[in-house]
């Protein structure tokens, strides 16, 4: 099966400016995340989706970033306007039960703002 | 948040060593897991431990939960450049998972 989708792969914007990352989960994943890993850190979590509902936004920095998946299958998660310090990867991962509670991890979105 | 914390942060060594990594935490996790991250990668899960106590072995790589499931650690047999990555611990916490910030693996031929 096809693995977690991810794009665009490479993004540089100028502080202040606007960005999106495009998600699409493995077909039939209904519990989808975003996390951001800073140089040197590991992932954190932003936001988890279960089908098209957040369960989770407690991490996202909510006067900037925004997520949505309206039909509960893929996903867009925005800044506006990118701080400095936004500067990282931006992972997309998706679950599903039968597997118990492995996640799979898309390849990311590198994001510098200069 | 439930913090881990992983040692080393860096580890250099060269083909055919042993190595073990640590995972720990003051926090009681209901189960850890492995994941190594090569660059450009997300990260790929290796494995899930669950009961305090528990071993698992994947091929050269072992991996124990410790009894009191707060801590973990990884164990490398004569490490290959294949091996060369960033394996981080996370704990779970409901359906959420809490990372460590990593050990940064390289082995040289």
């Known amino acids: 099966e096809a693995g977690v989708a991810q794009s665009p792969r490479y993004k540089i914007i100028e502080k202040r400016q606007s960005v999106a990352f495009w998600c699409n989960p493995i077909s039939g994943h209904a519990t989808l995340y975003w996390y951001q890993q800073i140089l040197g850190q590991g992932p954190k979590l932003l936001i988890q989706f279960q089908n098209n509902g957040v369960v989770d936004d407690s991490q996202l920095p909510k006067d900037r970033f925004s997520a949505e998946r309206l039909k509960g299958v893929d996903s867009t998660l925005k800044i506006q306007p990118a701080k400095l310090e936004d500067s990282a990867v931006y992972l997309c991962a998706s679950r599903t039960i039968r597997n118990g509670y492995e996640q799979y991890f898309g390849p990311g979105t590198r994001l510098t703002v200069t | 948040t439930q913090l881990l914390e992983q040692s080393p942060q860096f580890l250099s060594i060269q083909e055919g060593e042993n190595l073990t990594v640590y995972c720990n935490s003051s926090s009681v996790f209901s189960s850890l897991q492995w994941y190594r991250q090569e660059p450009g990668e997300g990260p790929v899960l290796l494995v899930t431990v669950v009961t305090g106590g528990e071993v698992k072995k994947l091929k050269r790589l072992t991996f124990q939960f410790g009894d009191a499931r707060k801590d973990s650690s990884l164990h490398i047999t004569a490490a290959q450049p294949g091996d060369t990555g960033l394996y981080l611990c996370?704990?779970?916490?409901?359906?959420?998972?809490?990372f460590g910030k990593g050990t940064s693996l390289l082995v040289t031929p």
């Open positions: 996370a704990g779970r916490s409901g359906y959420a998972l809490n």
